[in-house]
Nanobody, 122 residues
């Protein structure tokens, strides 16, 4: 089985910074795209940032220029550096990974972490 464990959430004042990390572990052949999503109360889960195995990145327009996603393939870990935080960034942040379980697998299986709360006070 594959597990994703997030850490680094917490309470911060508006304008502050937080750093989230997500580590993947378990039996897998490779990890392809890894993402951060967030879900605020009464809102749908939305994609925040994504990074491919080749380290191409994509960001939601609401976080572009403030958040940076990075990846350590050797450690199966991604980081989300969040700067200039705003109250509207308050949400539970989830990590996801597209995992190729075996060398002969034809598709990726998506796994999710348990989520970490980020609260930005005004």
């Amino acid at each position: 089985q594959v597990q994703l464990v997030e850490s680094g959430g917490g309470l911060v004042q508006s304008g502050g910074s937080l750093r989230l990390s997500c580590a993947a572990s378990g039996s897998m052949f490779s990890i392809n795209t890894m993402c951060w999503y967030r879900e605020a109360p009464w809102k749908l889960r939305e994609l925040v940032a994504a990074i491919t195995s080749g380290e191409s990145t994509n960001y939601a327009s609401s976080v572009k220029g403030r958040f940076i996603i990075s990846r350590d393939n050797a450690k199966n870990t991604i980081i989300l550096q969040m700067n200039s935080l705003k109250p509207e960034d308050t949400a539970v942040y989830y990590c996801s990974a597209g995992v190729r379980r075996y060398s002969y697998s034809r598709i990726d299986t998506t796994y999710w972490g348990q989520g970490t709360q980020v609260t930005v006070s005004s």
